[in-house]
Structures are given as structure tokens and as C-alpha cells.
């Protein structure tokens, strides 16, 4: 995988409507869906620094709990309920990141990150998990199945803790790989190579 790029979630774990807080190397990150497109930004909504992981998705927008300000989907203000009538400026933006959906994993670029690497599309997801560990020896990991193969993809929350991505690729057992990233994940705690 590119280094530019990394999976932070399952994209069947954002669906339309909905915020999600992630920790990514200790920056603090809200996915959020609208209209069917994922959004990346950086938990904080410009006027008072509120999380925007606590607000909420209305009419394509995120909407900030504290004082409701309304943010579109290109990270600029566009509604401020306190005056309805004000013409927002647009340097008014919330911090967004580049955000790709492939191989059924919602992923986050550094600025000016490249084009992400191509995975098939059709992926059947499976589950995250938190691991405790420093971590994982590769980006992708693969482990045949009966009809299929499970792929686990991986990010570092902050120093001691990852989150494993799962989806499989072909027809295998959901609860068999989901079966196997566990184990994964008690092999990782208990310092034994996975």
C-alpha cells in the first residue's frame, strides 16, 4: 500500500447520516457521510473548537452540536443559525483531509497524497478490532480461507494501540475470518508474531 494513504474504518461502519471520532497517530479525526460520500476531517469545528464527531449530519452537511454551525461537504461554513441572513466567508472551513472509499475500507491521504493504489471493489467487510500492541509487521495482511482470502489492514491509534480493518475478498466465512483477526489480535498482545 502507499504510504499516503491509510484505511481507518470499514466503510459499512459510516453509513449516510452518521459521525464517527477516530484517532489516527494521536489526531483526533471525525468520518462523516453525507448524500453517500465519506468525509475526513479534523475533530474540531473552527468557532469554538467543539468535537464535530458530536454533531450531527442534516441535508448533506455536518452540523455542530455546540452552536450549530453548518459545514458542507467541501469543509466550508455555510450556515451560521445565530444569523441566519450572513453571508458566510469562505475562508470559514473546517480542517478536511483527502478521503477515498476502496476495497470496502474508507481511507484517509496526507495532503497532496497521490492516487490510491487500486483494490477490487467488491469486498465483503468484516470487522475492526483494537489491538494493544506497537505494531503490525505490513499494511496488508493476508490470510487464505476456504473461497477466499481475508485481507486485514491496519492504523496506529497512538503509541500501544492499532485497529485492525477486515473484508474479504471472494465467498469465505464471515465468522471464520472474524474468528482468525481475533486470534490475530491475541497473538499481537501476547507478543507473538501473527
Not at 500500500?1 to 471525525?30: F, K, N, Q, Y
Not at 476502496?102 to 487500486?118: C, E, M, R, S, T
Not at 482470502?149 to 497512538?158: G, K
Amino acid at each position: 500500500m502507499s504510504s499516503d494513504w491509510t484505511p481507518i474504518a470499514l466503510s459499512r461502519d459510516v453509513p449516510d447520516g452518521v459521525t464517527r471520532a477516530v484517532c489516527l497517530e494521536g489526531s483526533e479525526l471525525v468520518i462523516w457521510r453525507g448524500a453517500g460520500e465519506a468525509h475526513v476531517w479534523e475533530d474540531r469545528c473552527p468557532h469554538r473548537g467543539m468535537r464535530l464527531s458530536l454533531g450531527f449530519v442534516r441535508d448533506g452537511a455536518l452540523n455542530c452540536l455546540y452552536h450549530g454551525w453548518q459545514y458542507g461537504a467541501s469543509s466550508s461554513c455555510v450556515r451560521i443559525p445565530a444569523h441566519p441572513d450572513l453571508i458566510v466567508p469562505p475562508t470559514i472551513k473546517a480542517n478536511a483531509y483527502p478521503t477515498r472509499e476502496a476495497g470496502g475500507l474508507i481511507w484517509v491521504g496526507k495532503q497532496g497524497a497521490g492516487a490510491l493504489p487500486a483494490l477490487p471493489a467488491t469486498r465483503t467487510p468484516v470487522l475492526s478490532l483494537a489491538v494493544a500492541t506497537d505494531g503490525v509487521e505490513a499494511q496488508g495482511l493476508m490470510r487464505d480461507l476456504d473461497g477466499g482470502r481475508l485481507h486485514v489492514f491496519w492504523h496506529r491509534v497512538e503509541p500501544g494501540k492499532v485497529m485492525l480493518h477486515g473484508v474479504i475478498e471472494g465467498s469465505a466465512d464471515v465468522s471464520r475470518a472474524a474468528a482468525l483477526m481475533r486470534q490475530m489480535r491475541t497473538q499481537y498482545e501476547e507478543g507473538v508474531a501473527a
